[in-house]
């Protein structure tokens, strides 16, 4: 059965013919399943007018069309000094595992697994904590629920099991951490005081006062509020508590000890975690890439080989960059902030395009089928790196084993239980919305995205809307420092004043808070900004 | 009865919004729009900061047939009104009869209707037909909003059977003092 790979939900979809070059996609008929707005819009992907089928390179600032074999000779001509294979992480196993054969036998490039940085990090600290991965079918069964961050816009079908438990048992826990108050904390029954950054204090907090001994995690001061006390002690109580994470970019930078809290606070209640990742595969890329040894996001592109090569994944998107020279080739199904700024551009398949293997809910393999065939001439990622490979004389490939997907990644991660964040003043987050990310770009490509969705959203609090003189769908310019971007204004009823949420899926609203590298060289999510709001411009940046 | 359940002509089963377990998604707009030629049925409500899918309720007594000057709105023999595509001529009459702005290129004063590009269709308004082509003769197949609602808040349900499910047809019930938040 094909299915969404966007996000852990996997839906089933069912593809339908709507005219000569057109395509639908939907759950199947009569099943009672259901299907979010990029599961809706992987139909209109599929042959997009923009979709890119043939290869080309840019010269002197000027793009022109070259033959298949010329766009892989110029790669292959760079690569002698090394090249870095800069491969998307939630592709299907197979595809992963048959990528880093071919890089193992051509032996020039180092290969390294993109996702999300901040998934990464929230999943090496769940990891690391031993919790539980609950599927979807078992949310139901449990008795509290914890939402972290806007788990709800993340994967909107996680909802419908906590709302079946609530219609059961309507006294059920439902308690909230997420300063960017995305739609779960309209159903909350214990609403976190959490200031913007704060996730990590909140959740220490909530932690500590369901009974969990923080101290002897390494914390030795426990915040409390209010909120955070009632809400630990209505969690207490339970037997199985369902911890629901998303990881923002443009919240916080602490991503991997909130997700070993939350999983240890999981644990202790007898429940488990459920990671709402963008893309379905992202914790059989962070265990494959401890597997095969791959080299981390932050040293791939900071130092090494001069020749970066960017296969499925819109690496400049995600980190909110928008340096050339940076990727100097990539392989896309549809143009995004990656493709623009390469020297040459090959096209690829789209995930819906390609059969494979997803590690879903921690342990359960979940198999694949393709929508259609890639159009001709168009290859998979492991076909492109093997033509590479071919390219540079390499004939043979020793089979290697299948990583395990289900050993856990063993390395206990280095928490900072002293770190706080101060946030600005007036802070600028990013939120993540159903529709948008993931679909092949960060910027959606399917019709009714790009009709209904095709500015970001900018929430306020009604009273700073009010106070600001601004209305519902208004459009602003939001600034950030010297950069903008154009929105339309969102009320938002659980809003604190002084904070403003910004959609995730686009490139250019990750470009106000760009992805940077710590003093130890890592690459951290952005941390939320300063930033202005103004009227709509006559042009925008 | 057939599978929409006529009385007397009009459907029986109409496609219900529970308040309560909206997530706001647009799940249901965007299988809309998908399936009926990029012209979706499903208008928004701007209840605040709220913004709520709001669906043709298949009126018994439906003023945009009634108005309607090309007899482009007719109701079949199932019950269902739906909007002939190529009789239409795009005056906009069941807009301004539609009343509950379902029918509408505007919801709560802002522009929330997702109009199509196409030069034929871009400038009709367009008309929910309770997915007839996914619906008739199969029991169990719902319109394609309410299959695609994750959280389950659209509910295609028999009007006689929408108070046992604690729902009225204006969909369902907002708590006391903060009438954005669910329950």
Known sequence: MPRCTLCPAVCELGLTRTGPDGWRTEYPLSEDRCICPRGSAIGDLVAHSRRILSPRCRTEGRWHSVSPAEALDRIVSRSRGGVTILLDGNLPCEEIAAVAAWCQAWKAPQLCLVIEPADEALLLGTEASGAEYLPSSSLADCDAFLVIGGALGANPVCARAILDRRKKEPNTPWVVIDPGAGVAAKFATHRVDCPVGGELSSVLAVAGAAGVDVRALGWSSVPQTASATAAGKALAGCKKLAVLLAAEHGRTSLWREIGFLAGTLAKTLGGGVAVQTAGANALAAVRMASALGTVPLAQALSDGPAMRVAVGCDVLGMLGWAEEGTVQAAAAPLPNRTTELAEVVLPLALAAEIKGTYLVDGSERIQTWPLLSPPPGVLTPAGLVEQLARRARVTTLRPSPQPDLSARVAVKPELSPSAVEDPPTRALLLGRQASHAGSGALTGYGAWQAAACGEPDVQLSIEEARRMGLKDHQPVVVQVGGRSVRARVRLASELTGGTAVLSEGFAQTRALMPARFDRSGELVPARPVEFTIGGEPSASK | ?183
């Open chain 2, 1 to 183: 009865m057939n599978t929409i359940g006529t009385h007397s002509g009009v459907v029986a089963k109409r496609v219900v919004l529970n308040l309560d377990r909206c997530i706001e998604c647009g799940s249901c707009a965007s299988a809309c729009f998908t399936s009926h030629a990029n012209m979706p049925a499903i208008s928004f409500a701007g209840a605040g900061p709220a913004l709520l899918p709001v669906v043709c309720r298949q009126c018994n007594a439906a003023p945009c047939v009634e108005v309607c000057p090309a007899d482009a709105m007719v109701r079949d023999e199932q019950g269902v009104v739906f909007r002939r595509l190529f009789r239409c001529t795009g005056c906009g009459s069941c807009a301004w009869a539609c009343p509950f702005g379902v029918l509408s290129e505007q919801g709560a004063g802002v522009p929330t209707s997702i109009r199509s590009t196409d030069r034929l269709t871009g400038h009709q308004v367009a008309k929910c037909d309770l997915c007839r082509d996914r619906v008739t003769g199969d029991d169990a197949a719902v319109p394609r909003c309410v299959a695609a609602c994750p959280a389950g808040a659209l509910v295609f349900v028999d009007e006689h059977q929408a108070p046992q499910a604690r729902l009225n047809m204006l969909g369902g019930r907002t708590t006391g003092d903060n009438p954005y938040k669910r329950r």
